[in-house]
């Protein structure tokens, strides 16, 4: 077994316990700890499928699959929240535009 392997085995486990104890509502859906995982995971695995795909030539896939994989492994890294890891991490209070936008639009609609 690679070290990689163990790397995501170790990560896999820690988010299925988080998501566990966040659906038994014994920890907050929006965690500090799970953010943190989930980031981690999400760039490492996305790394992981750029750095794959580029570096193996002789498997049997097409020049445009390959590419759909790179892709979506640069998707996988910036479907990351980097404002709510800014938030947490260095414990600054960026506002987000986005959440803002959708605030002024709520207000704006006639119930």
């Known amino acids: 077994m690679k ?13 299925l316990l988080l998501i566990a104890l966040m659906s038994l509502k014994i920890i907050p859906v929006k965690n ?30 097409y020049v445009h699959d390959r590419l759909l994989f790179i892709m979506s ?17 260095f414990n600054k ?3 987000d535009e986005r959440c803002i936008e959708s605030v002024k639009e709520e207000d704006n609609l006639i119930y």
């Not at 070290?3 to 988010?15: A, D, P, V």
């Not at 492994?73 to 991490?89: E, R």
């Open 73 to 89: 492994g640069f998707l996988l890294i910036l479907l990351i929240d980097y404002i709510q890891i800014i938030n947490l991490v």
């Open 93 to 95: 209070h960026i506002i």
């Open 32 to 61: 500090k700890i799970f953010i943190i995982i989930d980031s981690i995971f999400k760039l490492s695995l996305g790394l992981f499928i750029i750095i794959f795909f580029l570096k193996n030539k002789n498997n049997n896939l």
């Open 3 to 15: 070290s990689y392997h163990i790397f995501f085995y170790i990560l896999k486990f820690i988010i």
